[in-house]
């Protein structure tokens, strides 16, 4: 169940509350990416104790590691990662896109070749969904084919055919008890597209709406275009999740468009990179100008990182290779990430979040270096 509580004057933000089977999640939200069933470099004491609400989770590497068999046997996801909160699982839709030089798609699904040893793997609607009621997540996904930014457009029709043929058969395979099950919309830059695609998604009555093909390979401000495009679409009762986004001034652009939930690596990834977050942008911590510097990675931060250590220790960490460096980075980044979210969602309380977006967008500075994989360069944000 989802409630809207509060939606902001200016902009599109909402403040709401989804009720999950095993927990409430205030929205907006950032969803910690746990692929194999674990934060990289965190521990779940830790993902507790910095106020993660919600996980995410994927059918696809799950499904091959360790094997649904081990999975079943310990009892669902929650119970084999001794997480008790809500989890939301990825479809494997995602590595439609992602492993497309290993993978065929069929009418009925897609056929892999394990990125691992090569061996066969098929998923389609009943599969993906089969998974994913056997690793008991509170969220599942519905089975879809993501397209390439700047492929053709009859590629991108097919893409949303098919979406919306394996969601209709998403819809009617079992769900572990509780389980909410979300749509995602696809269309590619095409807004004819998207629009067709939200509301024949709409009219089948999912529990949520994810805006999918985003973070593809496109600019910063078709990715915002694409939101822009799906949004209006989605029925205002039900969550908003942008999948796979993005940087901290990109979250708070995409709230202003009224998206809800996101998930992205990009906090625990940058961080094994020696790079950190802050208010200011991103900031190598690796540098040699934090040689002698022994104030934390940003003041006033309550992360356990900034609370006990110096940017010229963590340098010194991650320099020698020692594993703690890259520990602390992604527990400040993902730290850093969450309190985000949690002054967006004060901001809206108070009514007050253009002044806090206005803000935050002004005073931070992205790097191209950062943004590299998923995330396109962001260069700027631009208002709706």
């Known amino acids: 169940m989802f409630e809207l509580l509060k939606t902001d004057e200016r902009t599109r ?24 069933a674990s934060v990289k470099a965190l521990d779940p004491r830790e993902l507790v104790e910095m106020g993660t ?21 310990a009892g669902g996801l929650h119970r084999f990662m001794n997480w008790h909160s809500p989890i939301l699982t990825d479809s494997g839709g995602f590595q439609v896109f992602s492993l497309a030089k290993i993978r065929k798609v069929k009418p009925h699904g897609v056929e892999f070749r394990s990125h691992l040893d090569g061996s066969a793997l ?24 993501c397209p390439p930014h700047g492929c053709p457009l009859g590629t991108v029709q097919g893409a949303v055919e098919r979406t919306l043929r394996w969601a209709l058969e998403c819809r009617e395979q079992p769900r572990a008890e509780g389980q909410q099950v979300f749509g995602i919309v696809q269309g590619g830059s095409h807004e004819g597209l998207r629009r067709s695609c939200a509301e024949k998604l709409v009219q089948m009555d999912f529990d949520g709406y994810a805006i999918g093909g985003v ?15 799906t949004e209006p679409f989605l029925p205002p009762e039900k969550p908003r999740y942008a999948m796979g986004l993005g940087t901290p001034a990109q979250l708070v652009e995409l709230v202003a468009r009224g998206v809800d939930m996101f998930d992205c690596v990009l906090p625990t990834r940058v961080a094994r990179n020696g790079t950190a977050f802050t208010t200011l942008g991103t900031v190598s911590i690796k540098g040699g ?26 340098r010194h960490l991650l320099n020698v290779n020692e594993i703690l460096g ?3 980075l992604s527990v400040h980044n993902s730290h850093f990430y969450l309190k985000v979210m949690s002054d967006i969602r004060k ?9 806090f977006r206005d803000d935050f967008v002004a005073r931070y500075v992205p790097t ?17």
């Open 215 to 229: 973070s593809v390979g496109e600019p910063e401000s078709e990715m915002m275009k694409a939101v822009e495009m």
């Open 122 to 145: 098929f998923l389609g609607p009943k599969e993906a969904m089969e998974i994913q009621k056997d690793l008991g997540s509170d969220v599942a996904m519905v089975f879809d084919e």
């Open 13 to 36: 933000a909402r403040l709401g509350r989804l009720t999950l089977s095993r927990g409430v999640v205030e929205t907006p939200v950032f969803m910690p990416v746990g692929t194999q």
């Open 347 to 355: 901001s809206l309380a108070e009514g007050t979040f253009a002044q």
């Open 326 to 328: 890259l520990r602390m």
């Open 289 to 314: 100008f934090n040689k002698r510097d022994f104030k934390p990675i940003e003041e006033g931060c309550e992360c356990y990182a900034c609370q006990h250590f110096s940017r010229a220790y963590l």
């Open 368 to 384: 191209r270096r950062v943004l590299e994989g998923r995330i396109s360069s962001a260069q700027g944000s631009v208002k709706p």
């Open 53 to 73: 609400k919600i996980l995410l989770g994927n059918t696809y590497h799950l499904s091959i590691r360790p094997g649904m068999d081990i999975i079943r046997a």
